[in-house]
T-cell receptor, first 114, second 113 residues
Framework: AQTVTQSQPEMSVQEAETVTLSCTYD???????LFWYKQPPSRQMILVIR??????QNATENRFSVNFQKAAKSFSLKISDSQLGDAAMYFC???????????FGKGTLLTVNP | DSGVTQTPKHLITATGQRVTLRCSPR?????VYWYQQSLDQGLQFLIQ???????AKGNILERFSAQQFPDLHSELNLSSLELGDSALYFC????????????FGNGTRLTVT
């Protein structure tokens, strides 16, 4: 079984600043993947970034990067140069094993202040 | 646009009724997943199909059922609806079983009155 915990129900950041969203996970799988999804008010689920657990190098997608600490089972998301359009609910998720279903955390609501 | 199409966008129905939610996966994707998003339970995995066969089951109630058709579209059937079934139902698809991220549709908002 997999569990994903997001300890920050809400976060806020000033436009152009940097913010880090926290996520911890637990899994018995040796091969697994970690994701951050974004859900703006439009409610669409948008993949932000993906990390393969076997890769030591942290994934990066433009202004989004992760800090993957495998031993600590931590997977935080850093958003640099925050923009108003980054305001959304952010979900951390994990998958692994013989199927690819995602297990999601409860989400962190990010507000970006102008 | 993720390429995953869900219909209808909104559905309002009464308790005890039955509804069908439809999902067309991205072109080429063989796996379809159904998720339920509610305020109290968050995003809950319901069921997964791969190329027409059920592959995994999550927290899906016995009143709910799903299937994937030969053309790979999927339907989620919800029956004997209760107020607590009101939620956002997402369909997602991926090319295969492993090593590919899920792409989500825009969801169907179900309101049970």
């Amino acid at each position: 079984a997999q569990t994903v915990t997001q300890s920050q129900p809400e976060m806020s950041v000033q436009e152009a600043e940097t913010v880090t969203l926290s996520c911890t996970y637990d899994t018995s799988e040796s091969d697994y993947y970690l994701f951050w999804y974004k859900q703006p008010p439009s409610r669409q689920m948008i993949l932000v970034i993906r990390q393969e657990a076997y890769k030591q190098q942290n994934a990066t997608e433009n202004r989004f990067s992760v800090n993957f600490q495998k031993a600590a089972k931590s997977f935080s998301l850093k958003i640099s140069d925050s923009q108003l359009g980054d305001a959304a609910m952010y979900f951390c998720a994990s998958s692994g094993g013989s199927n690819y279903k995602l297990t999601f955390g409860k989400g962190t609501l990010l507000t970006v202040n102008p | 646009d993720s390429g995953v199409t869900q219909t209808p966008k909104h559905l309002i129905t009464a308790t005890g009724q039955r509804v069908t939610l439809r999902c067309s996966p991205r072109s080429g994707d063989l796996s379809v997943y159904w998720y339920q998003q509610s305020l109290d339970q968050g995003l809950q995995f319901l069921i997964q199909y791969y190329n027409g066969e059920e592959r995994a089951k999550g927290n899906i109630l016995e009143r709910f059922s799903a299937q994937q058709f030969p053309d790979l579209h999927s339907e989620l059937n919800l029956s004997s609806l209760e107020l607590g079934d009101s939620a956002l139902y997402f369909c997602a698809s991926s090319p295969g079983l492993y090593n590919s991220p899920l792409h989500f549709g825009n969801g169907t908002r179900l309101t049970v009155t």
